[in-house]
């Protein structure tokens, strides 16, 4: 338990100096869209790194966030923090309505089924031009707060920062309880768990739903962030974007999570220089970290230097 | 007395092999019942039926009187229901105790929101589970393991740790899927200890297991499976003498 308390304490130093060492505008809006993509990691790697099961469409789900706190305030005149939750809601009914069926089934099929329905939410966004904006999206009205409107990117990065560091604490303390052991139990042995108890359909749905719950709130965040949306956000390579940074960070590694997330949010900013060749420099480096460090970064350098995550 | 588990005419086919025929049998509590027979007489497939990992193709099973054939396993568990597995079933990706703390999930509060949250009472809770899982890794002789990591530990030590996790959920019925498989000659007579042990510790024990030695030493009743029928039932003396089961075990002129 010491070990992650130093843990979320460094994480929670670092964003409080942040602000103060950023050079400029473009590194704070850099640093919270790391912090962004840092949450839903999270989610996911719950899902796919401790339950062993994954997702090839929480980008669609990050859409449904997105798109209800553009759509409910700007058609229906709703409070965007009740659009948010109404987006959070769906999202939860959806996740649920799908992994029931798929999880009784045995196999690689919740693959096959997150992919098809990312891919589907990405279509109606971009057809349901009257209400989404269609393939040029729409502007985001602003998030308020008690009376008070978060506007700034400084505004938007103690939120986001706060959000980030709770939900550290939260994936911590969730992973070492009786439901993630339970979860880390299926993954290890499926059957070993059924026999002990473990209704293994129930915690599959549960995680499945709040790490698609997790990119819903965070689709509506970012919705807000930039003020605008557009299909992009639900887009299938998005979903594989978010996958790899769990897979890079370290799967089963909370901190793993988050060094995944910041380095290829970066990354691709970084090798804005190569002009055209980018994608290749990215690929590259992408194998790079499958061949030497195919269990991701974080377990990698903590089973070097003999310390647990 | 009553019988705590009653098995009749219990089959299972898969495809067009019959792995258990109209196979009969009842088990009072408190006892050590054993299941013994050639390979492929269908013991593991008998306590996957009645554990529930398999659903039988025809027969019942009761548990107190009450039916159960065709619950699922996590449901058997909650009925007071353990099992180890013949093929170690451990959670490699975590550590030795918390493989035994899995074992008392059904005992515990598994909200995922209070959990996330850190309710208070749970983390107290959690640290005497932990002190308990310590205990029962000392009851089955692995104390020096429960700093351990499960992929850390030697073949012989996961046996234990199954029969500890399976004993972390206060179970009325153990099944014992050859516990001593694999293991040297001083290791087989420690698990013939601590099996006793568990059997005396009130659990009523059922166990598959090819050494006869244990088997005779523990057994209160044996069953003989053959061809997935049952072949014999009795004491340890009574089965020894059955001409049948000697015929299977060393073959029909010896």
């Known amino acids: ?309 | 007395m009553a019988r705590l588990l009653e098995v009749s005419d219990l089959s299972i086919h898969f495809g067009g092999v019959k792995a258990v025929q109209n196979v009969s049998f009842g088990i009072d509590a408190g006892i050590v019942y054993s299941v013994i027979g050639p390979n492929g007489a269908g013991k593991t497939t008998l306590f996957n039926l009645i554990t529930g990992v398999y659903k039988p193709t025809a027969g019942e099973i009761r548990l107190d009187g009450e039916a159960i054939h065709g619950r699922s396993p996590n449901e058997l568990a909650r009925r007071g229901m353990a099992r180890t597995f013949q093929n170690l079933q451990i959670c490699m990706n975590m550590s030795a105790i918390e493989n035994v703390m899995v074992g008392a999930h059904l005992r515990l509060d598994r909200n995922l929101v209070k959990a996330a949250l850190r309710f208070p009472g749970l983390k107290r809770r959690d640290r005497e589970l932990r002190d308990e899982a310590a205990q029962l890794m000392d009851f089955v002789g692995l104390g020096q393991y429960v700093e351990a990591r499960a992929d850390s530990m030697p073949y012989g030590a996961l046996k234990r740790l199954e029969i500890a996790r399976a004993l972390a959920m206060k179970p009325r019925l153990i099944f014992l899927d050859e516990p001593a498989a694999g293991l040297n000659p001083k290791e087989t007579i420690e698990v013939d200890h601590l099996v006793r042990k568990v059997a005396d510790s009130g659990v009523t024990v059922v166990l598959v297991e090819h050494d006869m030695k244990m088997v005779m030493n523990l057994s209160d009743r044996i069953l003989v499976l053959d061809y997935g029928k049952k072949l014999a039932e009795g004491t340890g003396e009574e089965v020894r003498r059955n001409p049948d089961v000697i015929a299977a075990y060393l073959g029909a002129h010896a």
């Open chain 1, 1 to 309: 338990m010491k070990s992650t308390t130093i843990g979320i304490l460094v994480v929670a130093a670092i964003l409080v100096v942040l602000p103060f060492v950023a050079p400029n505008a473009y590194y704070l809006d850099l640093t919270v869209r790391m912090a962004i993509n840092a949450i839903i990691v999270l989610g996911l790697n719950l899902l796919i790194g401790f339950a062993g099961q994954i997702s090839l469409g929480h980008a669609g789900f990050l859409g449904i966030g997105a798109y209800a706190s553009a759509v409910l305030p700007t058609h229906f005149g709703w409070h965007p923090l009740v659009a948010m939750g109404a987006g959070a809601a769906a999202t939860a009914v959806l996740a649920g309505l799908v992994a029931r069926p798929i999880f009784k089934l045995k196999g690689h099929y919740l693959a096959m089924a997150t992919l098809g329905l990312g891919i589907i939410i990405n279509i109606a966004l971009r057809n349901e031009a009257q209400w989404t904006g269609g393939p040029d999206g729409m502007p985001v009205p602003a998030m308020g707060l008690f009376g008070f409107e978060l506007s700034t990117d400084r505004q938007w990065y103690w939120v986001v920062a706060a959000l980030l560091v709770i939900s550290v604490w939260a994936s911590l303390n969730l992973i070492d309880s009786p439901f993630g052991r339970a979860l880390r139990a299926l993954h290890g042995s499926e059957v070993a768990s059924q026999v002990v108890g473990v209704d293994v359909v129930r915690y599959k749905v549960a995680i499945f739903v709040m790490s698609a719950v997790f990119a819903s709130l965070m689709g509506s965040v970012t919705a807000h962030y930039i003020g605008f949306v557009s299909p992009n956000f639900a887009d299938f390579f998005h979903s594989i974007e978010l996958v790899t940074m769990v897979v890079v960070g370290g799967m089963a590694s909370v901190f793993g999570s988050l060094v995944g997330a910041v380095l290829l949010t970066a990354l691709p900013q970084a090798l804005a220089t190569f002009e055209g060749w980018e994608t290749v420099v990215f690929g590259a480096i992408l194998m790079g970290f499958m061949i030497f460090l195919p269990k991701g970064i974080v377990p990698t350098l903590a089973a070097k230097f003999g310390k647990g995550d």
